[in-house]
């Protein structure tokens, strides 16, 4: 079993690499149902994984200038408390063992639906904003919009370990529509490194978390991800798109069904 922990890291770090789509959305339905991980304990493996992950990101982005710092701190004003908020639920709540489970998978699968939807129409809405540039929100409804998207994903990354990938990423799009796609990448991965240990940290006091599954996991994605990020040149974007979509999609299914 082990081994199929490393390969599985492997192969989502592959994914990742190819994608550039956050490892969540498909590394918590594949805990959760190849492995028969109760659900709660994929998302709280997951967010620890995911945290150590992005810090490598967030150094490189910012090496090269592509983070916006500004807005880190705005989606972190609206994220980190609603991470915190969503971890005493899931104390709160803890009894219900079964009805929790089934809520946080029913959770899983609505994530990864937005995710699909955030790989399949990105680059719709993103064109759509450009050539309705009276749409754009400036001053204080910026702020107070990029607030709330912290919010939500705060709440949804800590209960589905999924949002600060794709989903985040759309919404940057949506708000920002100027910004280049690397500072999208950049500003996102930025503010996903506290969401992410916050919410680990909450679920490490959850006692959710698998420290040797995370361990194997980690082991699979670091040449994972290099060697994905290296093929990916080589790949047509938009058939790896649809194929992603499409096995996104029979997960979701599979999650509710």
């Known amino acids: 079993m082990t081994f199929t922990y490393v390969v599985s890291g492997f ?3 592959a994914l990742v690499g190819l994608t ?6 498909l590394m918590t339905p594949l805990l959760a149902l190849l492995f028969g991980i109760h659900p709660t304990v994929a998302v709280g493996t997951d967010l620890a994984f995911a945290s150590v992950t992005k810090v490598a990101g967030t150094a490189a982005h910012r090496y090269h200038g592509n983070v916006h710092w500004h807005i880190v701190k705005l989606l ?3 994220a980190l408390p609603a991470a915190i908020a969503a971890t005493f639920a899931l104390k709160y709540f803890g009894s219900l063992q079964n009805e929790i489970g089934l809520f946080i998978r029913y959770s899983i699968a609505c ?3 937005l995710t699909v939807v955030a790989i399949l129409f990105r680059k719709r809405m993103q064109n759509w904003l450009t050539k309705h540039p009276e749409r754009h929100l400036h001053g204080r409804p910026l702020a107070a919009a990029t607030i709330l998207c912290g919010a939500i994903l705060g709440a949804l990354v800590t209960i589905s370990s999924i949002g600060a990938g794709a989903i985040g990423a759309t919404l940057l799009v949506l708000l920002y529509p100027r910004l280049s796609p690397a500072e999208i990448a950049g500003t996102d991965i ?3 490194v506290p969401l992410t240990a916050i919410a680990a940290f909450g679920h490490w006091w959850l006692g959710s978390i698998n420290w040797e599954l995370l361990a194997m996991l980690l082991l ?3 040449p994972g991800i290099t060697l994905g ?3 990916a040149r080589a790949m047509p974007e938009k058939l790896l798109r649809l194929l992603l979509a499409a096995t996104l999609t029979t997960v979701a299914a599979k999650l509710v069904l």
Do not use: E, K, P, Q
């Not at 550039?20 to 959305?25: C, E, K």
């Open 11 to 13: 192969a989502v770090g």
């Open 76 to 78: 972190c004003i609206g």
């Open 190 to 192: 930025a503010y996903a």
């Open 229 to 231: 990020s290296l093929a």
């Open 220 to 222: 699979g994605s670091v």
């Open 111 to 113: 994530s990864v639906m």
């Open 20 to 25: 550039g789509v956050g490892g969540g959305s």
